[in-house]
Nanobody, 115 residues
Framework: QVQLVESGGGLVQPGGSLRLSCAAS????????LGWYRQAPGKQRELVAD???????NYVDSVKGRFTISRDSAKNTMDLQMSRLQPEDTAVYYC?????????WGQGTQVTVSS
């Protein structure tokens, strides 16, 4: 059973930055695909960004140029650097890891962008 634990959420003012981390119980580079999803109140969960085992990244249009997904071998984490945050980025952010035969989710971390 793979364990995923997110950290780094919080309250930030519009225009600010946050860095989310997802710590995995297995080698972060072993997963077929890793991603960050978010769910705002009353909305469906949506993909924010993902990264393949080979390092190819993909972003939803609304975060392109503001968010960067990466993996850290030393910490065994997947990270999401978020810049120029806007109120519409407010949501619970979930870490996702895909081993093809099975997928795993973290418990979520709240990100609130408000003045």
């Amino acid at each position: 059973q793979v364990q995923l634990v997110e950290s780094g959420g919080g309250l930030v003012q519009p225009g600010g930055s946050l860095r989310l981390s997802c710590a995995a119980s297995e080698n972060i580079f072993s997963f077929y695909r890793l991603g960050w999803y978010r769910q705002a109140p009353g909305k469906q969960r949506e993909l924010v960004a993902d990264i393949t085992r080979g390092g190819r990244t993909n972003y939803v249009d609304s975060v392109k140029g503001r968010f960067t997904i990466s993996r850290d071998s030393a910490k065994n984490t997947m990270d999401l650097q978020m810049s120029r945050l806007q109120p519409e980025d407010t949501a619970v952010y979930y870490c996702y890891a895909d081993q093809i035969t099975r997928a795993y989710w973290g418990q979520g971390t709240q990100v609130t962008v408000s003045s």
